[in-house]
Every structure is written in structure tokens, then in C-alpha cells.
């Protein structure tokens, strides 16, 4: 089946500073990937859909110069959290969307920024 | 606006008992219904995804049972297990556009 890695798997970082989070399809291309946010005891929020060559497309409310999506590849999106502040603490997991197994989700990113 | 809504919250059972978890969703132009198992700290996995033109679909102790009319889809755990233990959304998406999800339910097994 399909695999999705995503790295790291938690991440601390100061109060600033930015954090790059990867997620990789390893068997498969990935037209489409999309990124979640996800708090404690929550739901997932979908922050963004990326598609391979083009811009993100951020969901409402999403701070587009904060969150920096990049899907330069089939098989690479990364999501950057720049300057991150401890309200951006939480778990990010990505997504990928493929024609035979449909959304297959990476292992979550926990970050905790201090 | 909650596209789907999932229930109970929380629930709890017994070793061999049979946990249902429910959602509705109010998007006639859904036509994918998948529910995934997320366990703490890690990332959602698919357990079992059902489309409009059947009305049960069973994977091994997974039960989906959907009702086209009633707008509702139900999960069916047989004979539970703790390791079964987890949290599970229910989700649903028009073709492959975005997943809207059901805010989730925490199932306890007890031994």
C-alpha cells in the first residue's frame, strides 16, 4: 500500500525560530498532498491543499507567511513554521492523495515551541 | 457549519462488545465515507471507506453500515478488543476533494 513518511516526528524549538517539517511519499507520486493541524483531544483542521508545481491553497483563516508550503516534487511537501511562537505548538500531519488508495496520512510532527 | 457530525464523544465497553460510533452528514454531493483509527501521537489510519451504492460493507471486524436516505453511516467493531482502544473519525469528501471530518470518538476497551 501507500506510505507516507513524514520527519521529524517532534521537534522543540525556541520562541522565533522556524521549523521544517517533511513529508514524503516513498512508493508512490503525490499529485496532492494536504496538511492538518491537530490540538489535543481534537478534530483535524485542514490548514492547506498543495498540488505538485503550484501555489498552496490555505483554508480560511490560515496565515499563509506563517505556514510555507512547498510540493516541489511528486514525492516531497514540506511545511515550514516561521517564527513560531508557543501558540503554534501542536501536532501537523500531512496527507497524501493517491488514484488507488485514496488519502493515506503521515505519522504526525509534534511541535512544541518554547 | 459541521459538515458531519459525529457521536458519542466517548465511549466505553467491554472486552467482546460490540462498539457502534454514528455520524451524519448533511452533503448530498458526498460520495466517499472512509473512517480512520488514530492512536495517541500518531497520524490517522484508514480502517474502512464505503461509497453511496452499498449499504454495509464488512472488513474483517469492521462493519460499515450506510444509509443513503437517513444521510447516516455507522461503524461496527465486533468482538472488541483493548487493543482496539483509539480514537475514530468518520470523515467524508466528494470525489477526492478535501476529507471533512467528525470531531472524533474515544474508545475505551476494558479487559
Known amino acids: 500500500g501507500a506510505v507516507v513518511s513524514q520527519h521529524p516526528s517532534w521537534v522543540i524549538c525556541k520562541s522565533g525560530t522556524s521549523v521544517k517539517i517533511e513529508c514524503r511519499s516513498l512508493?508512490?507520486?503525490?499529485?496532492?498532498m494536504f496538511w492538518y493541524r491537530q490540538f489535543p483531544k481534537q478534530s483535524l483542521m485542514l490548514m492547506a491543499t498543495?498540488?505538485?508545481?503550484?501555489?498552496?491553497?490555505?483554508e480560511q483563516g490560515v496565515e499563509k507567511d506563517k505556514f510555507l508550503i512547498n510540493h516541489a516534487s511528486l514525492t516531497l511537501s514540506t511545511l515550514t513554521v516561521t517564527s513560531a511562537h508557543p501558540e503554534d505548538s501542536s501536532f501537523y500531519i500531512c496527507?497524501?492523495?493517491?488514484?488507488?488508495?485514496?488519502?493515506?496520512f503521515g505519522s504526525g510532527t509534534r511541535l512544541t515551541v518554547v | 457549519q459541521q459538515q458531519v457530525k459525529q457521536s458519542p464523544q466517548s465511549l466505553i465497553v467491554q472486552k467482546g462488545g460490540i462498539p457502534i460510533i454514528n455520524c451524519a452528514y448533511e452533503?448530498?454531493?458526498?460520495?466517499?465515507f472512509p473512517w480512520y483509527q488514530q492512536f495517541p501521537g500518531k497520524g490517522p489510519a484508514l480502517l474502512i471507506a464505503?461509497?453511496?451504492?452499498?449499504s454495509e460493507k464488512k472488513e474483517g471486524r469492521f462493519t460499515i453500515s450506510f444509509n443513503k436516505s437517513a444521510k447516516q453511516f455507522s461503524l461496527h467493531i465486533m468482538d472488541s478488543q483493548p487493543g482496539d482502544s483509539a480514537t475514530y473519525f468518520c470523515?467524508?469528501?466528494?470525489?477526492?476533494?478535501?476529507?471533512?471530518f467528525g470531531k472524533g470518538t474515544m474508545l475505551l476497551v476494558s479487559p
Open positions: 512508493d508512490f507520486q503525490a499529485t496532492t
Open positions: 452533503n448530498t454531493a458526498f460520495d466517499y
Open positions: 496527507s497524501a492523495l493517491t488514484d488507488n488508495y485514496g488519502y493515506t
Open positions: 470523515a467524508a469528501s466528494k470525489g477526492y476533494s478535501t476529507l471533512t
Open positions: 464505503i461509497r453511496p451504492d452499498v
Open positions: 498543495s498540488n505538485e508545481g503550484s501555489k498552496a491553497t490555505y
